[in-house]
């Protein structure tokens, strides 16, 4: 059977960012009952970022995770801070229309400014660096998509540039790339320490987190709402789903909107020095073109990571962390064979067309989910949205997203071949770029 992601074991066993992350402020277990304006489901970005931001406002807000705050993929993703959808400006305008569509790329643009900027704010202690994000081309016909990406976006006022092949490789310290575009806006941060951080901002600011608040449904009480938990009940006003791929079964149907994809994470022993620098000398953070797509980072104490390039709807197998050993191999076969000190997987949300869905469920109650893979600036994006709409400032259709039609995806029940079935569809043609790549080189 595919994997439940909130059934994951608990704790963060494995997992780089939490060896390295400051500890997370005590916060209370949830065993008792509650009354607030506004109920927040998810402890991660959205729903940190939704507490926050309406805790600022002095509002009354109780965030709700049934781990704690990081738990889920804001602890265990790559840590890269990119300031675009999958989608490119006049992709967005066709689907959104060009006023709505230019919004949400203008808000969307601006995600590594409010990310950097609360993390400034509150002192958010996250090895955060904004040294730009380097988007490498696989092929030759990548690198053209590249050209044609960079040129919308300058056009626009986007600070991008393109990086010639001799200039990518000194930028990444790997040949394997026809060329590259590099991003200034974007940047890398420990993501574990950036969710620990906002929540001990939501604390100072007067509101409330609870673990181990495990809800079992959401259901109509008067002219608002009752969440039943394992140990207690919340009253709400207003009630924000920020769950994303760790969604359970307390709203019927939820869950079955988008495909939970579990994705790998390696970083290696510390490197010496000379081979250290020999990678991404100057900081950026590097993604590529790949269908599916391939992080590295290398990281203050000299660790490569890697991240993504794989999938499953299973369980953690070995064969997702063989596959990025090899992706080091091919692209840094300078540092020979690495030893790996850290491996972990975190489940990303898979929407058919890869743009979010943001649902007005009923009256009063909203959800937001499906980042694959851009969650870090766009849930806290959305987190602040949904602040706006819970304080009552927008409705839901003036938020930055618009609003979706509630659906189950029909195909729900095959998840795990449809998964599976793509992962390998797309693991082979990457592999054949990924051959004529190497016999250009």
Known sequence: MPAQPIADPPGMSGNYWAATAAPLVPIPEFDASAKVETAVIGAGYTGLSA??????????????????????????????????????????????????????IRVVGGGPDLVFGLIERYGIACDARRSGIITAAHSTAS?????????????????????????????????????????????????????????????????????????????????????????????????????????????????KTFLPARTPQLVSAPLSDNLRRAVLPDGEIMSDTR?????????????????????????????????????????????????????????????????????????GVACVLGYRGRGICTATIFGRELARWAAGEAGIDELAMPASRFGALPYYPLRGLLVEGAVKYYTMRDRAAQRRALAAT
């Not at 738990?71 to 229309?97: C, D, M, T, Y």
């Not at 050993?325 to 990303?348: D, H, N, V």
């Open 291 to 363: 269908y599916l797509t391939v992080g590295v980072r290398m990281h203050a104490d000299g660790r490569l990571h890697l991240g993504g390039g794989s999938g499953t709807a299973y369980g953690d197998r070995d064969a997702l962390y063989r596959q990025l050993a090899e992706q080091s191999r091919i692209l840094f076969p300078q540092l020979g064979e690495l030893s790996w000190g850290y491996r972990w997987t975190g489940f990303m949300a898979m929407t058919p067309d890869r743009y979010p869905r943001l649902f007005e469920l009923a009256p």
């Open 51 to 104: 507490g926050l931001h309406l805790a600022e406002r002095g509002r009354s807000v109780l965030v709700l995770d049934a781990n704690e705050p990081g738990w889920g993929a804001s602890g265990r993703n790559n840590g890269q801070v990119v300031a675009a959808l999958k989608h490119e400006p006049h992709e967005i305008e066709a689907r959104f229309g060009k006023e709505r569509g230019s919004e949400l």
């Open 143 to 255: 690198l053209s998509d590249l050209k044609r990406r960079v040129e919308i976006w300058v056009g626009r006022g986007a600070p991008l540039r393109m990086l010639s092949r001799a200039e990518a490789e000194a930028k990444s310290g790997t040949g394997f790339y026809a060329g590259a575009c590099i991003d200034p806006r974007g940047g890398a941060i420990n993501p574990l320490a950036y969710a620990r951080g906002l929540a001990r901002a939501v604390i100072e600011q007067g509101g409330a987190i609870r673990t181990k608040a495990h809800v079992r449904s959401v259901a109509r009480k008067g002219g608002g709402w009752l969440l039943t938990l394992d140990r207690g009940t919340v009253e709400a006003e207003r009630v924000i789903i920020a769950t994303n791929a760790y969604t359970g079964d307390f709203w019927p149907g939820l869950k």
